[in-house]
C-alpha cells in the first residue's frame, strides 16, 4: 500500500514563503508524476504544480512566477517552494503522485492535505 506524508504548510503574512514536502511510502514499481493541486470550500481542486519523472513541471496560471516545483527521486520525494503569497493562495493543498505499483498495476494516490493560510 502506498502512502503520501505531507509536512509544511502553515500561516504565513501576503508576500512570505512556505515549503511543502510530499513523500511516496510503499510498494511502488515507478512513479510517472507528482504534483501539488489545492482547495477551498468555495472552489474546486485545482492544479498547483506537476513535475513528471522526466522532469518536466507545469504550473498553475496564479502560482507560475511565484511557485517552483522539486522531486527527489531517489526518495519519491516532490517539494513545492511558495513564494510571495497571496492571501488568494490560502487553501487545502494535496499531493498527488501517478505511477504504477507493479508493472500492471496504476497508481493514483493522494495525500492527507496541508493547510496554507495566507493572512495579514
Known amino acids: 500500500q502506498v502512502q503520501l506524508v505531507e509536512s509544511g504548510g502553515g500561516s504565513v503574512q501576503p508576500g512570505g514563503s512556505l515549503r511543502l514536502s510530499c513523500s511516496a511510502t510503499?510498494?511502488?514499481?515507478?512513479?510517472?508524476?507528482m504534483g501539488w493541486y489545492r482547495q477551498t470550500p468555495e472552489t474546486q481542486r485545482e492544479l498547483v504544480a506537476t513535475m513528471t519523472h522526466d522532469g518536466r513541471a507545469e504550473y498553475g496560471e496564479s502560482v507560475k512566477g511565484r511557485f517552483t516545483i522539486s522531486k527527489d527521486t531517489a526518495k519519491n520525494t516532490a517539494n513545492l517552494e511558495m513564494g510571495n503569497l497571496k492571501p488568494e493562495d490560502t487553501a487545502v493543498y494535496f499531493c498527488?503522485?501517478?505511477?504504477?505499483?507493479?508493472?500492471?498495476?496504476?497508481?493514483?494516490?493522494w495525500g492527507q492535505g496541508a493547510q496554507v493560510t495566507v493572512s495579514s
Open positions: 510503499g510498494t511502488i514499481f515507478k512513479i510517472l508524476l
Open positions: 498527488n503522485v501517478l505511477g504504477l505499483i507493479s508493472s500492471v498495476q496504476p497508481l493514483d494516490s
